[in-house]
């Protein structure tokens, strides 16, 4: 937002008491803001006449420029603000006549057109006049600009403007303009520089209006006439009314507004100016070469609405603070590299070519030396080395920076979009639910109006049928991880008598990789049974509003979603390898199939492997649903187009039939979006001390997400409805709730799933520095010997006794055989007893897990208590603009007492000179 000295306030402008005496006494204006169109000057975007015949004229421009592009009726002057399309086939005749007469009694006006492709399709454009608009925008509480804000300069921005000085004298040395925004090419936006306030038809002379035809935007209008269609009946009857039930039984096939032409152009943006707004988004926000520059948020926000553009505002805010934890992460995983070659327990595991492995399935599986698993034991070292601790507490802050940053931001964005004053109080009551209780009224107390009213018996019901579809679902879920676990453990010793070496060889890991990518086949096919199950529950509820639908749908959807991504995650890390028994003593799945051990290197390494296939496989397969799948229909359309009329014909379609060719956006709004972004989140904070790599890919896949998304919307999709909203609704609550969650899974991971709590007991408690308060890697010599226990073959059961019998390996059969765990020898008073650093380890681990938790909740709250959710200079700005308005309404009333006293005294001296 720009900065501006104090200015004086006009004289005329008197301050009143309230304000309706301030809307009651306000005159014009000099400073007005520019509106939309005034923007679009052919070679000229950052026009500013304040002259309303320039602006005028440069509206006749405009339409004489866009009329041959369909962005107009017939007569080149009603813009086109709604797109209907039907087929005249469609047997739905009698509900489209209905619909469409209540639509003209509603007072907007309507133009149809045939499509040049297919004369089947009917194109109905709808126009909303001046008067309808009007009257839709009060009683929608549109704001709109009645003056120009006032700034002053505080103190320490004059601080900031020096030091941008002298850093400017170093940028010969920098990339050229390196994440900035080519401030030349776009336009002005001085829109956020007004005051507004809720539409009054009554005041309409207190606002800004140089023309009519373009005192509402496009978005604006466009969202007033989806008003007005969502409760146009269509049948009588107590559920017949609204375009979406239309478009659900097939009477129009879609329903989009325009976008404002092409998004290309022959012409350089920069010696031409942009031929619109959606031109101008994709050469300074949508193009691939502008990858590396922040995002003209303000302008995603004029075209798209606020929804959208806080969106893309959240999703840069994350990107940008991707930054530290992939460079952390990426610190842990190079320390990995660097002390590997020092790292004393892989050394050992390497060297170990005498100790020889129990067998990790039955019969087929044979013994193996532990210097075998040299690799994977390198490989576990990587991710699991003396940084992960401080990583995983450091994620745990990063999180909740990033969340109490964000809160900032948004209050910073809300304030410059004019969002502060924005409650959902004003949201409308979505059709749906009017219509269900139509018959059931009560006074609203905020608005003192009658409107439909839920019974809480009726509410509690639907609800309590909901959660237990949710319960239902998530159990579904749990039956496929059990199906997942029941593969792994048939399919190891399936791999283990594989006739190619190499599989034989990596049993595990090829279980571990096949189940992986089955898994994820598994999630992708039940994510469309979520989605139907989700939305029949939602509509079941019967919400009272659409942002109230929304966080309903979106809560089962993210509950669905996440607890089928990862509940396999959560398997490997937790129950992985945790309750096999012992050799001689296994557990068993129905008393038939021995459980999965993990591999003699730990479970780290499938921890590992898992995230980082789902990872990898979940962000290649949404890409590609988002760009790659709507890129091949809309060229698929296109191919056939040229079949049909021929190669080399060429015919100029309007507006409407290019945007009916491109592909509509989710019915679920931003849904998928978010989504993706926080399964990413969670993902990125949850296991991450078992992959210190998930934030850098996610860095990676994020910095191409906003330039694909922003790609996908200007170019390959319809444009969308702009909606208003304050901040990014329910996903924040899951953020926080997945900050939590990943605090606690941290703790568990690096007490139970990795090694480092039994290699600390035992550099401290068994190791040759014993009581001597080191803990380096000549501390760690024997531990691999003495986290393994000992296991007499003889004790095998009949099941699990190996075909082979060891003789591979010294010429004579083995009479003993080591395994992971701590446990007596056969020879003992108690055969496999825990032994007394068993209990050590437990007790560490615990106590790990508590204090960790503790400590890290402990800094995460005070973080939170000590960054405040406003800005000190965005709080100070607030509360001088209310001073502002307050000395307005002041001088306002003062100019209208003045004005009364002189018309009395004219009056009086009048009379006194009619008097004889």
Same mark, same amino acid.
């Given at each position: 937002?720009?900065t501006?000295?104090?200015?004086?306030?006009?004289?005329?402008?008197?301050?009143?008491?309230?304000?309706?005496?301030?809307?009651?006494?306000?005159?014009?204006?000099?400073?007005?803001?520019?509106?939309?169109?005034?923007?679009?000057?052919?070679?000229?975007?950052?026009?500013?006449?304040?002259?309303?015949?320039?602006?005028?004229?440069?509206?006749?421009?405009?339409?004489?420029?866009?009329?041959?592009?369909?962005?107009?009726?017939?007569?080149?002057?009603?813009?086109?603000?709604?797109?209907?399309?039907?087929?005249?086939?469609?047997?739905?005749?009698?509900?489209?006549?209905?619909?469409?007469?209540?639509?003209?009694?509603?007072?907007?006006?309507?133009?149809?057109?045939?499509?040049?492709?297919?004369?089947?399709?009917?194109?109905?454009?709808?126009?909303?006049?001046?008067?309808?608009?009007?009257?839709?925008?009060?009683?929608?509480?549109?704001?709109?600009?009645?003056?120009?804000?006032?700034?002053?300069?505080?103190?320490?921005?004059?601080?900031?403007?020096?030091?941008?000085?002298?850093?400017?004298?170093?940028?010969?040395?920098?990339?050229?303009?390196?994440?900035?925004?080519d401030?030349?090419?776009?336009?002005?936006l001085?829109?956020?520089?007004?005051?507004?306030?809720?539409?009054?038809q009554?005041?309409?002379?207190?606002?800004?209006?140089?023309?009519?035809d373009?005192?509402?935007?496009?978005?604006?209008?466009?969202?007033?006439?989806?008003?007005?269609?969502?409760?146009?009946?269509?049948?009588?009857?107590?559920?017949?009314?609204?375009?979406?039930?239309?478009?659900t039984?097939?009477?129009?096939?879609?329903?989009?507004?325009?976008?404002?032409g092409?998004?290309?152009?022959?012409?350089?943006?920069?010696?031409?100016?942009?031929?619109?707004?959606r031109?101008?988004?994709?050469?300074?926000?949508?193009?691939?070469?502008?990858w590396?520059?922040?995002?003209?948020?303000d302008?995603?926000?004029?075209?798209?609405?606020?929804?959208?553009?806080l969106?893309?505002?959240?999703?840069?805010?994350?990107?940008?603070?991707?930054?530290?934890?992939?460079?952390?992460?990426?610190?842990?995983?190079?320390?990995?590299?660097?002390t590997?070659?020092?790292?004393?327990?892989?050394?050992?595991?390497?060297?170990?070519?005498?100790?020889?492995?129990?067998?990790?399935?039955?019969?087929?599986?044979?013994f193996?030396?532990?210097?075998?698993?040299?690799?994977?034991?390198?490989?576990?070292?990587?991710?699991?080395?003396?940084?992960?601790?401080?990583?995983?507490?450091?994620?745990?802050v990063?999180?909740?920076?990033?969340?109490?940053?964000?809160?900032?931001?948004?209050?910073?964005?809300?304030?410059?979009?004019?969002?502060?004053?924005?409650?959902?109080?004003?949201?409308?009551?979505?059709?749906?639910?009017?219509?269900?209780?139509?018959?059931?009224?009560?006074?609203?107390?905020?608005?003192?109006?009658?409107?439909?009213?839920?019974?809480?018996?009726?509410?509690?019901?639907?609800?309590?049928?909901?959660?237990?579809?949710?319960?239902?679902?998530?159990?579904?879920?749990?039956?496929?991880?059990?199906?997942?676990?029941i593969?792994?453990?048939?399919?190891?010793?399936?791999?283990?008598?594989?006739?190619?070496?190499?599989?034989?060889?990596?049993?595990?890991?090829?279980?571990?990789?096949?189940?992986v990518?089955?898994?994820?086949?598994?999630?992708?096919?039940?994510?469309?049974?979520?989605?139907?199950?989700?939305?029949?529950?939602?509509?079941?509820?019967?919400?009272?509003?659409?942002?109230?639908?929304?966080?309903?749908?979106?809560?089962?959807?993210?509950?669905?979603?996440?607890?089928?991504?990862?509940?396999?995650?959560?398997?490997?890390?937790?129950?992985?390898?945790?309750?096999?028994?012992?050799?001689?003593?296994?557990?068993?799945?129905?008393?038939?199939?021995?459980?999965?051990?993990?591999?003699?290197?730990?479970?780290?390494?499938?921890?590992?492997?898992?995230?980082?296939?789902?990872?990898?496989?979940?962000?290649?397969?949404?890409?590609?649903?988002?760009?790659?799948?709507?890129?091949?229909?809309?060229?698929?359309?296109?191919?056939?187009?040229?079949?049909?009329?021929?190669?080399?014909?060429?015919?100029?379609?309007?507006?409407?039939?290019?945007?009916?060719?491109?592909?509509?956006?989710?019915?679920?709004?931003?849904?998928?979006?978010?989504?993706?972004m926080?399964?990413?989140?969670?993902?990125?904070?949850?296991?991450?001390?078992?992959?210190?790599?998930?934030?850098?890919?996610?860095?990676?896949?994020?910095?191409?997400?906003?330039? =694909?998304?922003? &790609?996908?919307?200007?170019? /390959?999709?319809?444009?969308? *409805? $702009?909606? #208003?909203?304050?901040? +990014?609704?329910?996903?924040?609550?899951?953020?926080?709730?997945?900050?939590?969650?990943?605090?606690?899974?941290?703790?568990?991971?690096?007490?139970?799933?990795?090694?480092?709590?039994?290699?600390?007991?035992?550099?401290?408690?068994?190791?040759?520095?014993?009581?001597?308060?080191?803990?380096?890697?000549?501390?760690?010599?024997?531990?691999?010997?003495?986290?393994?226990?000992?296991?007499?073959?003889?004790?095998?059961?009949?099941?699990?006794?190996?075909?082979?019998?060891?003789?591979?390996?010294?010429?004579?059969?083995?009479?003993?055989?080591?395994?992971?765990?701590y446990?007596?020898?056969?020879?003992? =008073?108690?055969? &496999?007893?825990y032994?007394? /650093?068993?209990?050590?380890? *437990? $007790?560490? #681990?615990?106590?790990? +897990?508590?204090?960790?938790?503790?400590?890290?909740?402990?800094?995460?709250?005070?973080?939170?208590?000590?960054?405040?959710?406003?800005?000190?200079?965005?709080?100070?700005?607030?509360?001088?603009?209310?001073?502002?308005?307050?000395?307005?309404?002041?001088?306002?009333?003062?100019?209208?007492?003045?004005?009364?006293?002189?018309?009395?005294?004219?009056?009086?001296?009048?009379?006194?000179?009619?008097?004889?």
């Amino acid at each position: 937002m720009p900065t501006h000295r104090e200015a004086p306030l006009p004289s005329r402008l008197k301050v009143a008491k309230d304000v309706n005496i301030l809307f009651d006494e306000l005159e014009a204006v000099n400073s007005p803001c520019k509106d939309d169109d005034s923007l679009l000057h052919p070679g000229n975007l950052t026009s500013t006449s304040d002259d309303a015949s320039r602006l005028e004229a440069a509206g006749e421009i405009v339409r004489e420029k866009t009329k041959s592009n369909g962005l107009y009726f017939r007569d080149g002057k009603c813009r086109i603000d709604y797109i209907l399309v039907y087929r005249k086939s469609n047997p739905q005749t009698e509900k489209r006549e209905v619909f469409e007469r209540n639509i003209r009694a509603e007072g907007l006006q309507m133009e149809k057109e045939s499509s040049l492709i297919n004369s089947d399709i009917i194109f109905v454009k709808l126009h909303a006049p001046w008067e309808v608009l009007g009257r839709y925008a009060e009683q929608m509480n549109v704001r709109m600009p009645f003056r120009r804000k006032i700034y002053y300069l505080p103190r320490r921005y004059k601080f900031m403007s020096r030091i941008d000085k002298q850093i400017s004298r170093f940028r010969r040395w920098l990339p050229k303009k390196p994440m900035r925004l080519d401030k030349e090419t776009l336009p002005d936006l001085e829109e956020n520089d007004c005051y507004t306030a809720p539409f009054s038809q009554q005041r309409i002379h207190h606002f800004i209006i140089h023309n009519k035809d373009t005192f509402f935007n496009n978005a604006t209008r466009s969202r007033i006439v989806h008003h007005i269609l969502q409760r146009i009946k269509y049948e009588e009857g107590k559920n017949k009314i609204g375009l979406n039930r239309l478009l659900t039984n097939g009477s129009y096939e879609a329903a989009f507004p325009l976008h404002e032409g092409s998004y290309r152009s022959k012409n350089s943006i920069r010696t031409h100016g942009a031929e619109n707004h959606r031109h101008l988004l994709y050469e300074c926000w949508a193009s691939w070469g502008v990858w590396y520059k922040y995002q003209p948020l303000d302008l995603v926000r004029r075209y798209f609405g606020e929804k959208i553009g806080l969106y893309f505002a959240w999703l840069g805010w994350y990107t940008g603070m991707l930054f530290p934890a992939a460079f952390i992460g990426l610190f842990v995983f190079l320390y990995g590299i660097i002390t590997l070659d020092h790292c004393q327990v892989s050394k050992e595991v390497c060297q170990a070519t005498d100790i020889i492995m129990c067998p990790v399935c039955d019969k087929y599986c044979p013994f193996m030396r532990l210097s075998d698993s040299c690799i994977y034991a390198k490989v576990t070292h990587l991710f699991d080395n003396g940084a992960t601790v401080f990583f995983a507490v450091f994620m745990a802050v990063w999180a909740t920076v990033f969340l109490e940053f964000w809160k900032r931001r948004r209050a910073v964005i809300a304030y410059d979009w004019d969002l502060i004053d924005w409650e959902e109080e004003e949201e409308e009551i979505r059709p749906q639910f009017e219509a269900k209780y139509s018959k059931k009224e009560r006074m609203n107390p905020i608005s003192g109006k009658p409107e439909p009213y839920q019974a809480f018996a009726d509410k509690c019901s639907r609800l309590i049928v909901s959660a237990s579809g949710i319960f239902f679902m998530i159990c579904v879920v749990i039956a496929a991880v059990f199906g997942i676990v029941i593969y792994r453990v048939v399919t190891v010793s399936t791999f283990a008598a594989f006739k190619w070496a190499l599989i034989r060889n990596n049993s595990q890991v090829a279980t571990t990789g096949t189940a992986v990518c089955i898994n994820f086949c598994i999630i992708m096919l039940l994510n469309v049974l979520y989605e139907k199950v989700a939305l029949l529950l939602t509509n079941l509820e019967q919400p009272r509003t659409e942002s109230e639908w929304e966080n309903s749908f979106t809560l089962k959807m993210f509950l669905f979603q996440f607890v089928n991504l990862n509940s396999s995650t959560f398997y490997i890390a937790f129950f992985l390898g945790r309750f096999t028994g012992h050799p001689g003593a296994y557990l068993r799945l129905i008393n038939r199939w021995r459980l999965e051990e993990c591999h003699p290197s730990g479970c780290l390494i499938d921890l590992c492997m898992q995230m980082g296939i789902i990872m990898v496989l979940k962000q290649t397969w949404n890409n590609f649903m988002e760009l790659g799948y709507p890129l091949i229909q809309n060229w698929w359309t296109r191919r056939k187009l040229r079949q049909e009329h021929g190669p080399d014909r060429k015919i100029s379609f309007p507006q409407w039939e290019k945007d009916y060719n491109l592909q509509p956006m989710n019915a679920y709004g931003l849904f998928d979006e978010y989504l993706e972004m926080i399964l990413q989140f969670g993902f990125t904070t949850i296991f991450v001390a078992a992959f210190p790599l998930a934030p850098l890919l996610a860095l990676l896949n994020n910095i191409i997400e906003i330039r =694909l998304d922003a &790609y996908k919307f200007v170019t /390959q999709w319809r444009r969308p *409805l $702009a909606s #208003r909203a304050k901040d +990014i609704g329910i996903w924040y609550g899951i953020l926080e709730g997945i900050g939590i969650l990943s605090v606690i899974t941290n703790a568990f991971v690096i007490a139970i799933t990795s090694d480092f709590i039994p290699r600390l007991v035992y550099a401290y408690k068994y190791g040759p520095c014993a009581g001597q308060g080191e803990a380096g890697q000549k501390c760690m010599v024997g531990y691999v010997n003495a986290s393994l226990s000992v296991f007499r073959i003889s004790d095998f059961e009949n099941r699990s006794e190996p075909e082979s019998d060891g003789s591979e390996f010294s010429g004579t059969p083995l009479k003993y055989c080591r395994y992971r765990d701590y446990r007596d020898p056969p020879h003992s =008073l108690v055969p &496999y007893g825990y032994t007394l /650093q068993f209990w050590h380890v *437990l $007790a560490a #681990r615990l106590a790990f +897990i508590i204090v960790f938790e503790h400590l890290v909740f402990c800094i995460k709250h005070l973080i939170s208590y000590l960054i405040p959710d406003l800005p000190k200079d965005l709080r100070d700005r607030m509360r001088r603009e209310k001073y502002l308005i307050q000395e307005m309404m002041y001088e306002a009333e003062l100019e209208r007492l003045q004005k009364e006293r002189k018309e009395r005294k004219k009056n009086g001296k009048a009379h006194h000179n009619e008097w004889p």
